[in-house]
T-cell receptor, first 116, second 116 residues
Framework: DAGVIQSPRHEVTEMGQEVTLRCKPI?????LFWYRQTMMRGLELLIY????????DSGMPEDRFSAKMPNASFSTLKIQPSEPRDSAVYFC??????????????FGQGTRLTVV | AQTVTQSQPEMSVQEAETVTLSCTYD???????LFWYKQPPSRQMILVIR??????QNATENRFSVNFQKAAKSFSLKISDSQLGDAAMYFC?????????????FGTGTRLTIIP
């Protein structure tokens, strides 16, 4: 398996623009997570899906952030409008949660977002 | 809420020596998982080792082992025979074993430097 695939790897955008980050989880995994990593706040969970349904979005900073998972093999994280304080590395991770057969979370290589 | 604390922002060790990274956590739950993740400069989050809380035996993976003290809520990582490739940020993480709450809570990380 190719692992969790994120695109793009790097994104530089101007303040006010819309940004869309993409994630393809590992085939067969049923849970998907979006994390954000910054120097100030470390790694923090933004949102978590199970079987394509959002379970916990309490970490989503504000209405400018939205996430979707239209099917088991694709998810997006959108920021509209973007602000300089959104600059961070955004990770997508997936795992299989199946009671007794749970796997650990496998992470993508992250998207480094810079908002200027 | 669960919290994970890594009190050593930076550590260094001579190549081929042994180093121990500390982690403590706070939880009122009894069924959970603990993890150590490695993040090299490539940014990829790589699972190093995993421990189930119900298992008394400490997990080991080749040169990596843990000292899991459930009562003390302590989960340290020992790296034996340190190699240059071990240089990275190391994150301790906690996860409940509870459907609908599989998010990882991370510590702030320890930067490990290997001295040749």
């Amino acid at each position: 398996d190719a692992g969790v695939i994120q695109s793009p790897r790097h994104e530089v955008t101007e303040m006010g623009q819309e940004v869309t980050l993409r994630c393809k989880p590992i085939s067969g995994h049923n849970s998907l997570f979006w994390y954000r990593q910054t120097m100030m706040r470390g790694l923090e969970l933004l949102i978590y899906f199970n079987n394509n349904v959002p379970i916990d979005d309490s970490g989503m900073p504000e209405d400018r952030f939205s996430a979707k998972m239209p099917n088991a093999s694709f998810s997006t994280l959108k920021i509209q409008p973007s602000e300089p304080r959104d600059s961070a590395v955004y990770f997508c991770a997936s795992s299989l949660v199946a009671g007794g057969a749970d796997t650990e979370a496998f992470f993508g290589q992250g998207t480094r977002l810079t908002v200027v | 809420a669960q919290t994970v604390t890594q009190s050593q922002p930076e550590m260094s060790v001579q190549e081929a020596e042994t180093v121990t990274l500390s982690c403590t956590y706070d939880t009122s739950e009894s069924d959970y998982y603990l993890f150590w993740y490695k993040q090299p400069p490539s940014r990829q989050m790589i699972l190093v080792i995993r421990q189930e809380a119900y298992k008394q035996q400490n997990a080991t993976e080749n040169r990596f082992s843990v000292n899991f003290q459930k009562a003390a809520k302590s989960f340290s990582l020992k790296i034996s025979d340190s190699q240059l490739g071990d240089a990275a940020m190391y994150f301790c993480a906690y996860r409940l074993n509870n459907f609908g709450n599989e998010k990882l809570t991370f510590g702030t990380g320890t930067r490990l430097t290997i001295i040749p």
